[in-house]
């Protein structure tokens, strides 16, 4: 008995089979992905206004810093 996993990915259903760490397909619950997706979403929009802004301006200000970084090398010289 293979059983299988429905998981949407990019707007298409798709069907993963799941394996246990022998190789065989396993038979177990599954977590409920759709379930947990929902809880997301409800718990995001439970956030006010103020705190949406101050988390974008947040990721903003961290995403100008990162535009900015120079990654520089020096390579080591022995004395």
């Not at 293979?2 to 993963?16: F, P």
């Not at 995001?44 to 520089?72: H, P």
Request: aromatic share 10%; net charge positive.
């Amino acid at each position: 008995m293979q059983s299988e996993l429905n998981v949407l990915n990019c707007g298409y259903r798709m069907n993963i089979e799941m394996y246990n760490d022998k190789g065989q397909p396993s038979t177990g619950p599954f977590p409920d992905f759709e379930k947990a997706e929902m809880d997301l979403l409800r718990a995001n929009l439970r956030r006010s206004y103020k705190e949406r802004f101050l988390m974008a301006t947040r990721l903003y200000k961290i995403q100008q810093t990162m535009k900015r970084a120079v990654i520089t090398h020096k390579p080591f010289v022995s004395k």
